[in-house]
């Protein structure tokens, strides 16, 4: 089955040129033998230093994106076209063949190659992962998207995976608030698949697994 | 909805003495400010100091067990009764309750803290996790062992989800290779879900969501 998914606002950056300088990115840049503006901002490490960094509730949280990746990535059957829209607009093109890295640290360390040269792997090979020049907007010309939030429509997770329209569903990779007012009006749809709040990777769960089920969970 | 479950033989353990005195075991330990024997098993990181240990290839692997916690205690109606059986067949009673750390070094930290002392939060408040002094034995005299493993009989999640015996669905927390012959012999019944190999965390997202469907997706 075909499902294209794109991670919006996902919390994916390297630590911003505002606190390069903060002792806390400083000691661990240095732990780990990188430049601070070479590390990948992570609110586990860099707590304090986020402080006065803008819209910091919706950043500093790589694990929302790898753990998405990792349940994205790894079911035998959904394939698709998947993107991950950051919260600073870039879009990063996934290739569905990537396995990625299960070690939290490992995964950290090809997220700081992917954000510093642009893609990956750095040499050659099938590329994996790949900083593009495009805008959402781009993205979506190809597309309708269907927004998932709290504040949506109910429906099913089967629902989603029968609609033949051609569709990428939008899932927030964010840790709070809301998706941007830019990102509601691009929406054709706004959908909610439970009444609770779920968090990224569960979202891609249920549906995922509502696919298989339709699929009769080979 | 209630669900018991058991993941078997977790790759979860602190640095075992054979190789304590390793350049990469110590230097991870001294790096972290604690003593080799306090840190957990990682191949992440002791791949070169595990190539003799026993069994090594269902060892050294926390990243399992944390994916797997997080995606049953994030779960919003599925609750029950959860334990981890670790391939040195410790017993650790897992509070349903509990928010385990979304990052992975944090999750790491804590599940030394656990293995060190025996329970989290050390001091005093709801126990969250503890390392019992149970057998698996003991902790299947009150349950049906439903045993997950691509050798069962095929059955859908659905069907898992419906049976009303009093059951605890056990679940393989290793990378690779079967379960041991001991396990075999404890299970009531042995399923598959899938033709395909699963790992730990999509076969809970399948059930789960299995679950959630019969619910109507609260």
Redesign the interface.
């Known amino acids: 089955m075909n499902l294209n998914i794109i991670l919006l606002e996902a919390s994916l950056e390297l630590v911003p040129k505002e606190i390069i300088n903060h002792p806390a990115v400083v000691k661990n840049a240095k732990?780990r033998g990188k430049k601070p503006e070479e590390t990948l901002l992570?609110i586990?490490l860099h707590y304090h230093a986020m402080k006065n960094l803008k819209d910091n509730y919706k950043r500093g949280?790589p694990?929302?994106v790898h753990?998405a990746l990792?349940?994205m990535l790894?079911?035998?059957?959904i394939k698709g076209n998947f993107f991950i829209h950051t919260v600073q607009s870039k879009i990063i093109r996934v290739n569905p063949n990537m396995r990625p890295p299960?070690?939290?640290?490992?995964f950290i360390g090809l997220m700081e190659q992917l954000l510093k040269y642009g893609k990956i792997p750095i040499n050659g090979g099938e590329t994996l992962m790949e900083v593009t020049n495009l805008t959402l907007e781009d993205v979506l010309s190809k597309y309708n998207l269907i927004l998932l939030s709290e504040k949506g429509e109910k429906i099913?997770?089967?629902e989603i995976c029968r609609s033949n329209e051609n569709l990428i569903i939008g899932i927030g990779a964010f840790p709070h608030g809301d998706f941007s007012e830019k990102i509601l009006k691009l929406a054709k749809k706004i959908y909610s698949?439970?009444?609770?709040p779920?968090?990224t990777?569960?979202v891609i769960?249920?549906i995922?697994?509502?696919c298989?089920?339709i699929l009769g969970?080979?």
Chains 1, 2 share one sequence.
């Open positions: 732990r992570d586990s949280r694990d929302i753990q990792l349940v790894t079911d035998p059957t299960k070690n939290y640290m490992r099913s997770p089967e698949i439970s009444k609770f779920l968090e990777q569960q769960c249920r995922f697994s509502a298989n089920a969970w080979p």
